[in-house]
């Protein structure tokens, strides 16, 4: 018998990852894992290595589909890169990233396509990019029994409006705004952060009404300050300034068509 099939019968089985047990992981001060997939095969391989949550994210569409930008990603599209990962997940907890304009425009559009990620992907936690101005659409959505988890900072939906994929909170009136966001985005999971400086972090923690919804944040750091974002290039675009390129598989995949 292998030391590896050893190994395996002494593991205990896993568990299905669920919103109290990451409650019990966050209080204790043990690391959430969160990593985006989009099909069947990385949703497999997501749950063998004991990923805590599988995000759908709506950048599959620009993976897979081709898309300049995740605005143009419908809703289809996301349900079936949903549907698909739903088929290969058995112990992750399932996320679905809401697409452009899929719970903007009214609560009841906002709980209607909820719904539909819920009944047709068996999603179990919605994740919506915004800013205090949605607030209303998502209570709605966590009302109808729907987990939230909110996304602020750089958030790709208003890429225009930002200016690109540069770090958040440079300033102290823009910091305040960040703050005033993950005050009122904070859901039942976690938050997550797009890229920011590091004094944001102080600032957020010494504001008198954060909720204590700090350690609830997710971050992806920019610059130096970069904390668990990588990427493996399959293209030779440049990526944003908050993800490390840990490899270039285009590269290896150019060099064993030469050597072949």
Known sequence: MSSATVLQASAPPRKKVTIPSLMKKMKEGEAIVQMAVYDYRSAVVADRLGIDILCVSDTGGMVLFGHRSTVSVSFEEVMFMAQAVDRGSRYGLRMVDMPYWSFHVSTE????????????????????????????????????????????????????????????????????????????????????????????????????????????????????????????????????????????????????????
Request: aromatic residues 2%; charged residues 20%; glycine residues 12%.
């Open 109 to 260: 559009q906002a709980v209607e396509n909820a719904g539909r990620f819920v009944a047709q992907a068996n999603a179990e936690v919605m994740k919506c990019e915004g800013n205090r101005h949605h607030v209303r659409n998502i209570e709605a959505i966590i009302k109808a029994g729907i987990p939230v988890q909110g996304h602020i900072g750089i958030t790709p939906m208003r890429m225009a409006q930002l200016g690109g994929f540069v770090a958040q909170g440079k300033t102290s009136a823009r910091a305040l705004e960040l703050v005033d966001d993950a005050r009122q985005m904070v859901g039942p999971i976690p938050s997550l952060r797009g890229a920011y400086p590091p004094s944001f972090q102080d600032l957020h923690r010494s504001h008198p009404d954060h909720r204590g919804c700090l350690h609830a944040l997710h971050d992806r750091r920019a610059g130096a300050h970069l904390s668990g974002a990588g990427a493996h290039g399959l293209h030779d675009a440049q990526g944003a300034r908050a993800v490390r390129r840990q490899s270039r598989l285009d590269q290896s995949t150019d060099r064993g068509r030469g050597a072949a």
